[in-house]
């Protein structure tokens, strides 16, 4: 008889909560925004509760990734994976791009639009934000969505079937306005979902992820600043 860990539902449960539970740190960033200009102590306080949430939803993830994992101990960086997993997003995202731009008329998506709008208005909101959105976000994202919902579906073997939940996922989890932009976190869910189980560690993905976010947010910042 299966446990309820074992059981389907309990996996699919337990991943729905996870995915509303990194979307809860944000409103404290936005509550920060509201305080910006007028309470400076306020901002301070929200920005720790943000981080503090971060770092309890990054515990919880790796926690479970550990209790579902198929693949055993890491086997290790593989820094060849890491650059041609990265390059393959890269192509991937601006062959996209071209199309979201081509038939929506987007020269970015509704998901960079709304980090772009947390960025610029106060010095302590954006650097904390930043410093999240490069690290702690993706150790979360990928904890979450590589490492714990690839080995709680299918089997060891079954790529592809884990490869594609990951992407579609990872997608429903940022905003998209259209199938286009649905499309290109898709690709880079999916693409980050071969490497990890490719490489069979973790770390590959993280810093595939680590790498993209910083340098959009990079251009991110240099579009506010």
Known sequence: MKTIKQSWIFRVILIAVML??????????????????????????????????????IWWARRTYESYNQLGKPAGIKVGQIIGGYLAIIIGMDILSYFNQLLYHQTETANNAALGSMLGHNEVITVVF?????????????????????????????????????????????????????????????????????????????AIHIINNAIAMYILLMQVS
Request: aromatic fraction near 14%.
């Open 20 to 57: 509303i539970a990194i979307e809860i740190p944000p409103i404290a960033v936005k509550f920060a925004l509201h305080y910006a200009k007028t309470n400076q102590l306020a901002v301070y306080g929200f920005m720790a509760l943000f981080i503090c949430l971060m770092l309890v939803i």
């Open 130 to 206: 930043v410093f999240s959105a490069v690290i702690l976000s993706p150790i979360a994202e990928e904890l979450i969505f590589r490492g714990t919902l690839t080995n709680m579906f299918f089997k060891r073997g079954n790529i592809w079937p884990k490869v594609i939940l990951s992407g579609i996922v990872f997608s429903a989890g940022h905003m998209s306005s259209n199938p286009i932009s649905f499309l290109m976190y898709a690709y880079m869910g999916m693409a980050l979902a071969f490497v990890y189980l490719r490489t069979a560690d973790i770390r590959n993905s993280i």
